[in-house]
C-alpha cells in the first residue's frame, strides 16, 4: 500500500525549532518529488515547500524562507522539514505529499499523509 | 498567482448539479487542479491540467477551462461530495490553492 505518515509535530514556544519528519512506503520514493503543504486551523491550504526526487531543487515560499529547511534521504525513504524560529503564523496541520508524476515538482499531489500539528506558542 | 474561487460556500441538495468557479491573477495556461477535503481529513486530488480525471475519481465530476478560469461541476451531487474544494495552480511557484469552497447540506 502506498503510504505516507508524518511524525514530529507537537506544541513549541515562538523563537523555536522542530523537525518534522514524513516516512513514505509502497512506492520508489527516489522516483518522486515531495512537498509540504500546510493548513492553519479552521483555514485553507498553503503550499509550504517541494524537493525534487534527488534532492537537487528545493523550493519555498516566502513567508518560510530562511527559517525552513526540506530535505530527504533516499535510503531511509524519509521527507524532512526543519522549521526554525518559529512563529505563531506557523501553527498548522501540516501534511507531506507526493508529486503525482515523477522527480521534479511540477505536478499536483496524488498521495498525502494524515498530517502532524503543530502549534506555536508561549 | 493569486487564485479566487467562488462562491465561497454553497448549500445543495443531493441530485443538483453544482458548479464552482477558479479565478487566477494571471494566465496559468491548464496548470490547474482540483481537491476534495472533508473535515479532519487530508486533501484528496479529483482533477488534473485542468479537466483530466484522476484515477479513481468518479465521472461525475469534471473540470474545464484554461488560462485564467475555470470551474469545477459535479452533475449530480451525492452524499458523500459534501466537502471544501479547493483549486491549486501549478503553473509558477509558490503553488498557490484558492481560498476554498464548502459545499454543504440544504
Known amino acids: 500500500e502506498v503510504q505516507l505518515v508524518e511524525s514530529g509535530g507537537g506544541l513549541v514556544q515562538p523563537g523555536g525549532s522542530l523537525r518534522l519528519s514524513c516516512a513514505a512506503s509502497?512506492?520508489?520514493?527516489?522516483?518522486?518529488?515531495m512537498t509540504w503543504v500546510r493548513q492553519a486551523p479552521g483555514k485553507g491550504l498553503e503550499w509550504v515547500s517541494a524537493i525534487s526526487g534527488g534532492a537537487a531543487s528545493t523550493y519555498y515560499t516566502d513567508s518560510v524562507k530562511g527559517r525552513f529547511t526540506i530535505s530527504r534521504d533516499n535510503s531511509k525513504y524519509t521527507l524532512y522539514l526543519q522549521m526554525n524560529s518559529l512563529r505563531a503564523e506557523d501553527t498548522a496541520v501540516y501534511y507531506c505529499?507526493?508529486?503525482?508524476?515523477?522527480?521534479?515538482?511540477?505536478?499536483?499531489?496524488?498521495?498525502w499523509g494524515q498530517g502532524t500539528m503543530v502549534t506555536v506558542s508561549s | 498567482i493569486q487564485l479566487t474561487q467562488s462562491p465561497s460556500s454553497l448549500s445543495a441538495s443531493v441530485g443538483d448539479r453544482v458548479t464552482i468557479t477558479c479565478r487566477a491573477s494571471q494566465d496559468i495556461s491548464s496548470y490547474l487542479a482540483w481537491y476534495q477535503q472533508k473535515p479532519g481529513k487530508a486533501p484528496n486530488l479529483l482533477i488534473y491540467a485542468a479537466s483530466t480525471l484522476q484515477s479513481g475519481v468518479p465521472s461525475r465530476f469534471s473540470g474545464s477551462g484554461s488560462g485564467t478560469d475555470f470551474t469545477l461541476t459535479i452533475s449530480s451531487l451525492q452524499p458523500e461530495d459534501f466537502a471544501t474544494y479547493y483549486c491549486?495552480?501549478?503553473?509558477?511557484?509558490?503553488?498557490?490553492f484558492g481560498p476554498g469552497t464548502k459545499v454543504d447540506i440544504k
Open positions: 491549486q495552480q501549478l503553473n509558477t511557484y509558490p503553488f498557490t
Open positions: 509502497g512506492f520508489t520514493f527516489s522516483s518522486y518529488a
Open positions: 505529499a507526493r508529486d503525482q508524476k515523477g522527480l521534479h515538482p511540477v505536478n499536483p499531489f496524488d498521495i
